[in-house]
Every structure is written in C-alpha cells, then in structure tokens.
C-alpha cells in the first residue's frame, strides 16, 4: 500500500459523496419527488429475496426502505474509496466504474417509472460531477507546481477542502425544494375546510369482488402530468379572473373558503385513455362553483372560451358554456374529502364534468382568461388534441382479466362505462360473438357525471373465450366500434377480453 493510498480512498468517497449529492439536488430541485438513490433501492428491495428483506427489517427494526436506501449508499461509496484507489494506477476504471453505475441508476430510475425526467437528468448530472471531481483530485494543481504521479498531502487537502465545501453546499441548497415541499404537506395536512367526505349513492357499488371500485381512493387515483408538481404554500395561491369581463377578480384561498361550497362525485378522464385503459378515476370533489366567480366577473358579450393558466405555465381552453351551465364545474379545494393532494393540484384544481382532463382539470390554477377559441391555443391543443373535448361513451372490461384462467364454469364479469352529462342506460357484452346480452348496472348520480359498474355472470363450455362490451347513453347512442386512437378526440372501439375456462 503506497503511502498515498488512505487519501485517494477519501477522494473516492467524497467523490462518490458530491455526485450523488449534485444528482439528488438535481431531482428535488426539478421537482421530483423521487431521485435515482430511491429508485435503486426501491429495485434491491424488490429484488431482495423476501427472507432477506425480513432479516434485514428484523435486525434494525426500521421499515425496509431506509434501511435498503442507506445500504445502496454505503455499498456506492466502498466502491468509491475503492475507485479512488485507483485514480493514478488505472485512471480509465473510476471512468467505466461511473458509466455503469449511471447506467444501473438510469435503469432502476425508469422501472420506477415516477418522476423520469427528472430523476434521469439528476443521474446524467451526477455522472459529469464524479467525472469532474475526479479530474480535480487526479490533475495537477498548478499553482503548487504538483507532480501528478505524487499528489502532495498539502494539495490533496486543498482538494479535499474545496470539494467538501462545494459539496456540502450544494447539498443544503440541494435539500430547500424539498424541505419546502415537506412545509407545504405539513400545512396541507392542518387545513380544515368545510367539506364532507362524500357516501357512494346506495346501490353504485355492486361489491362484487374483483371489480373496480365505484369510488377511486385518492391514492388509487391516476396522475397525469407535463412537469413536476408545483408547491404552492396556499396562503401564497392566488387566483385572477380576467380577460372579457367587466370586472377583474383576484381571490385568495381563503377568499373561495368563505364561500359557499359544492361538492359532487365526477368522474375525471385522460384524453390519453386508450379503450380498456385505466387514466380515469371517480372521486369525491369540493369546491366553489366557477359559474358564480363567473357571473360575479361578469362575462362580456362574444367570449366563448376561457384560458385556465397552472401556476408553471400549463394551459387548457375550456369552453365557456361548460363553465357557466348547470353542472358542477369546481374551483376544487378537496378530493375525496381531504385537502387536494400536491399531486392533485394544491392547493387549487378545476374540475368540469363531462370533459377530458387536458381541456379542463387545470392542477394548480392561477389564471382565468375569460377569452375566445379564436384568439387562443392551449398545450393540449398545440399537441394535437381537439379545441372541444367532450369525454366520449365507452365501457371497460375489468373481470375477467385478459388472459385470466377461470376455475369455475360460471364466470363473473362486469366492468365500468361512462358517458358523463348524459348516462349510461344499458351495457351489453357479448361472449364468442353470439347474441348480445344486457348486463345488470350499478346505480347512477342524479347528474349523470360519474361511471357505472356493469356485472352479470355467464355460464361457460370449458375452453378459450372472447368478450366484448358496449355501451349505450342515455340519448340510445351505442358506443360506437371504429378503432381510433387517443388523438385527437379519444380513444373509441369496443373493448375486447380474452380468457380461458376450465
Ligand atoms: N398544471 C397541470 N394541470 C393538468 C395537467 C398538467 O400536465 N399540468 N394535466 C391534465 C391532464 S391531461 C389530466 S388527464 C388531468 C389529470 O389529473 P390527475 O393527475 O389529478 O388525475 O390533469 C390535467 N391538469
Ligand atoms: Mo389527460
């Protein structure tokens, strides 16, 4: 062991230490609420042999994912002092070393599948950062006129020092997006709005076992979104309401609390949903009718649209009519009977019955534009997704799962349909393409906003099975069978499962 060898093994750590701080720093500050250190122990722990796993859990009495996060860490940084050993001998490993570990991080970090982007550009700059420190401590320091092949103990604490500090920094400032968040969901969790927690109509749930349930628990619920989640602390949110109306509003949070409020069960769609998809979900919303900001704005003559703006910049063209009519389009505070999720849009969202989300479910509002279609593009629309866009009637196959081996000869099936504003009034489904049969539906909402559970069971030969279902409104429509896909109105086409009995 030469005598450099304990300083090169710290300068592997600390290395190892500032790209990992620079790659976290990156994620949280972009938003993320994940990084490439939780999506790699998220994997160990998945592919942790579950005896392990409870070994591991057993001997420190901690839940497992700290536990594993802390591991992931340590094995990383002995790998390091490791590298760092080899820094002057065998310059290229700590290179290829770094690659790979990106390239695990990367991997991990997309089977996670959350915050992608984000945790993705954190690796790529934690990448450039071990390559660079690991320049600083192998390049000569030229003020001390160093000989590279002998790193003096003087320049190496030089090094040392400077990489320490930097690294401590960024690691501090690195922390403050997240720290605010935990503010944020700390302030969240101490509101007390005056909202109800919302009871299922009787008979919407047909409880039968294997099915979706008519109610999507908040965490069940679908998230779409462009960019990370905004942190608006809500004594900060502010909402105006402008463009063509005689009067400008601007509210506070607590301007829309002291108001009256509505609370419904609506049903939320993704324009993305493909046929039999699952980008949709029914929740329980509260909030304060965004007719009556309207009318109290006092929409002028000619507009037809209104431009909803996110506190980041995302935009939706909703059409006026479906803001100022009878349904309960929301300014929602509350999901499910608890303060919007930052997820969700906290502290404010709009909801609008019947209409796609891209058009209309604006997370984190801050901006009303009162306007018209012809003056205005929104994202969805700069993306290809119609100016209008109306959630269209479809229905949904949950029971049996495609490709589902059933052990009985009579087999449950059911699933969900929809047709916000209007209502479903009859799924049929269709077994090995004999005569359509009439499924038993669960019941509906006075406004028709919700989806409806459909069920039935078939006595079934032994062998492989195709079904199909279809929808039909409360106007007679039937859903139609075209195939299209999600842009730009949404997806259409019969959903079609595919199963085997026994
Ligand atoms: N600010 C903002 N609001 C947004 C979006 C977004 O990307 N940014 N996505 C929209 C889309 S496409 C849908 S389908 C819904 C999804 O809402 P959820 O994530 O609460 O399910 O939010 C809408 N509101
Ligand atoms: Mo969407």
New binding site residues.
Partial sequence: MSRSTPYLAGAGVLTGIAGLAAAQATAWGLQSSSGPIDAVADAVGDYTPGSVGRWIVGKFGQPEAPIVEIIVVVVLLALCAWLGTQFLKRPFLPGIAYVVFALIGLGAILRLGESTVESALGMAVGLVTWVVVTRIFTGPLVALGEDVADPGRRGFLIRFGAVAVVTALVSVVGSLPRRRRQRVEQERLLLRLPITRGTPPAGADLAIAGLTSWETATEDFYE?KTGGVSVIPWYEWQLRIHGLVDQELVLTYEDLVNRPFTEAWITLC???NEVGGD?IGNAYWSGVRVADLLAEAGVQAGADAVLQTSQDGWTAETPLSALTDDRPALLALAMNGAPLELEHGFPVRSIVPGL???ASATKWLVDLEVTRFDQIESDGVKDGYAERGPVLTQSRIDLPEQGAEVAERSVQIGGMAWSPRTGIRTVEFQIDGSAWQTAELGAATKTNDTWVQWAAVVDLEPGDHVLVVRATDRNGSVQTDVETKPKPSGATGWHQVEFSTV
């Fill in positions: 779409y993704g324009v993305t980008v796609y989300g891209y």
